[in-house]
């Protein structure tokens, strides 16, 4: 199956009900917030590509500080030591992304992407290959405007985002 990326729109409780979790708790809660309904943008397998397309790195380094990374991973880690990664970008923080991203020429940075450097760095999935260039630039078009879209909506219901990678 894969590490599939998942953002989650979350409202205040939710947040600080889930801040107060350990690790199988807070995974196993997120699920049950995701099967009852919750607002929930899944960008699959696509996450490590569309973060190195954005930043020149893999999404296992994150960028602190650097808005399009925290875009992709989110700001606050919940618990550094579980092997699944799930992090929070707060409603307060939701402003400062979706500028950097609305600045960001997704056609040019396409454009010069040669699919040879995602593999040469070992960026997730193992799908970057030349023969399948245009369907591939067209998915990772559409997951930054999708994503994009998803935290336009979160500001204007006023939630706070949930990023779980696993």
Known sequence: MGMLANYMMIDEEKLDRLMGLDSAELLEEI??????????YDMDKLWDGLHFLLTGASASE????????EAIVGIHLFNEDSEDFIACIEFEELPGIISE????DIEDL?????FSSFK???IYPDIWIEKNNEQLKNELKNEFFNLLSFYKKAITNKMHIVVSIY
């Open 62 to 69: 994150p960028i602190e500080g650097n808005k399009l990374s």
């Open 101 to 104: 991203m609305e600045k960001v």
């Open 110 to 114: 396409l454009q010069n992407i040669y």
């Open 120 to 122: 040469k760095k070992n």
């Open 31 to 40: 699920e049950e917030l995701d099967e009852s309904g919750a607002e929930v």
